[in-house]
């Protein structure tokens, strides 16, 4: 609890300057998996562990599965397979936490609630199995999900034999309200949950600007009011 004190502190002094940003990356889904990656460059950054060690280098998150990405002392890329140790991960002015069983980038916070959004692509094998392991054709042999922390993902060569640069996927996109290390979808409910004592600005905002708080680009701008007033 006081590294995630730490972290809210940290980050509600970074972000009270206010930035403009979309919520969400446009991602070009006809692009293979193994060239979308959620910054188009390395980027210096920390890695932030429980025992309380750091890795500072240079990083960036393969968008599948929001595969963490470093490179090595030859400048060759290679992943970080396990999070279960990660508290918290800075790349350039960007900041995330594992939460979900990803990398959820945190777009503001007040030093209590954060505002977070989770980008990441949900491969498909290449193949269908049936019974004994054995290939199936038949469309109701359901697609065998694939795990690149477990299968030990290389990014340089896009992965192993089932990891062709044909693998389909599909793109996944939210938005939450996070608090105590648990997420929350964007309701008015919520909103008035973690936010008590500005019930009436809520209903102001909402009256002024018909707010779909379902809406991520809207729900963050209301935040983006509440942590500001």
């Given at each position: 609890m006081k590294k995630l004190c730490s972290l809210l502190l940290f980050l509600s002094a970074f972000y009270t300057a206010g930035y403009a940003q979309s919520v969400f990356a446009d991602i070009d889904d006809t692009r293979p998996y193994t060239e979308l990656y959620l910054f188009p460059a390395y980027m210096t950054g920390t890695i932030q562990f429980e025992d309380g060690t750091a890795y500072i280098g240079q990083l960036n998150i393969l968008l599948a599965y929001t595969t963490l990405c470093f490179l090595d002392d030859e400048g060759n890329p290679?992943?970080?397979?396990?999070?279960?140790?990660?508290?918290?991960?800075s790349i350039g002015r960007n900041y995330f936490i594992p939460l979900l069983d990803h990398y959820?980038?945190?777009?503001?916070?007040?030093?209590?609630?954060?505002?977070?959004?989770?980008?990441?692509?949900?491969?498909?094998?290449?193949?269908?199995?049936?019974?004994?392991?054995?290939?199936?054709?038949?469309?109701?042999?359901?697609?065998?999900?694939?795990?690149?922390?477990?299968?030990?993902?290389?990014?340089?060569?896009?992965?192993?034999?089932?990891?062709?640069?044909?693998?389909?996927?599909?793109?996944?996109?939210?938005?939450?309200?996070?608090?105590?290390?648990?997420?929350?979808?964007?309701?008015?409910?919520?909103?008035?949950?973690?936010?008590?004592?500005k019930k009436a600005l809520i209903e102001q905002y909402a009256k002024d600007h018909s707010i779909d708080y379902a809406n991520p680009d809207e729900a963050l701008m209301l935040f983006k009011f509440l942590t500001a007033h």
């Open positions: 290679d992943i970080l397979p396990d999070m279960s140790n990660v508290t918290a991960v959820i980038q945190i777009l503001d916070t007040d030093g209590n609630v954060m505002f977070g959004v989770e980008q990441f692509l949900e491969l498909e094998a290449e193949k269908r199995y049936g019974a004994f392991g054995r290939e199936e054709k038949s469309p109701n042999v359901p697609i065998e999900k694939r795990n690149l922390r477990s299968e030990g993902f290389n990014v340089s060569t896009g992965g192993r034999f089932l990891a062709g640069e044909s693998t389909p996927y599909t793109v996944h996109q939210n938005a939450y309200l996070i608090r105590n290390k648990k997420a929350y979808a964007l309701t008015e409910r919520n909103f008035r949950r973690f936010f008590p004592g």
